[in-house]
T-cell receptor, first 115, second 111 residues
Framework: NAGVMQNPRHLVRRRGQEARLRCSPMKGHSHVYWYRQLPEEGLKFMVYLQKENIIDESGMPKERFSAEFPKEGPSILRIQQVVRGDSAAYFC?????????????FGSGTRLTVV | GQNIDQPTEMTATEGAIVQINCTYQTSGFNGLFWYQQHAGEAPTFLSYNVLDGLEEKGRFSSFLSRSKGYSYLLLKELQMKDSASYLCAASENQAGTALIFGKGTTLSVSS
């Protein structure tokens, strides 16, 4: 049973380009959470999704960032017109039921570098 | 406001015991988590406390005092492989869907 799969592991984008980060949750998990880890900072919650629905996007910047979790396929975190400040590690987690207390499993992250 | 504080770095030797402290301030509270994260890898779940007291799980134990906004992670019989970052996180909402993380404590275990 594969864990949470994120790809790519490393992504380099020039300023102004788009970044697409993918997350395939564990089998049987329908709840997905995205977190961002800036250098020397703790993980920061961005968005919580269930299949086809955004449940909580209170941590996501209002502009340039969007997330989806379609009925088929992985969850996608999309960053448009990237800037240097977007350079960070982006982690996805999934759970079978709502909430971390039921068992969050994290992926290994995507390290985005904006040059 | 929301705040999770934990020491930045700690060092210890193999076979020793180390205690990593965490204090938290959140507007709501629905549990305290500890995760282990090796460099470049995914955070992995260690423990979850929602009631006051000590939870023991093998070499690792976690303690919570809700009235003091305080938790600690206790690691016994340290091994070299325990060298990692230890993340303290609080669940602020009842659904537990958005965790607030501290910056992590980097533990270095030497022989």
């Amino acid at each position: 049973n594969a864990g949470v799969m994120q790809n790519p592991r490393h992504l380099v984008r020039r300023r102004g380009q788009e970044a697409r980060l993918r997350c395939s949750p564990m089998k049987g998990h329908s709840h997905v959470y995205w977190y961002r880890q800036l250098p020397e900072e703790g993980l920061k919650f961005m968005v919580y999704l269930q299949k086809e629905n955004i449940i909580d996007e209170s941590g996501m910047p209002k502009e340039r960032f969007s997330a989806e979790f379609p009925k088929e396929g992985p969850s996608i975190l999309r960053i448009q017109q990237v800037v240097r400040g977007d350079s960070a590690a982006y982690f996805c987690a999934s759970s079978a039921r709502q909430g971390a207390s039921y068992g969050y499993t994290f992926g290994s992250g995507t390290r985005l570098t904006v040059v | 406001g929301q705040n999770i504080d934990q020491p930045t770095e700690m060092t210890a030797t193999e076979g020793a015991i180390v205690q990593i402290n965490c204090t938290y301030q959140t507007s709501g509270f629905n549990g305290l988590f500890w995760y282990q994260q090796h460099a470049g890898e995914a955070p992995t779940f260690l423990s979850y406390n929602v009631l006051d007291g000590l939870e023991e799980k093998g070499r690792f134990s976690s303690f919570l005092s809700r009235s003091k906004g305080y938790s600690y992670l206790l690691l016994k019989e340290l091994q070299m492989k325990d060298s990692a970052s230890y993340l303290c996180a609080a669940s602020e909402n009842q659904a537990g869907t958005a965790l607030i993380f501290g910056k992590g404590t980097t533990l270095s275990v030497s022989s």
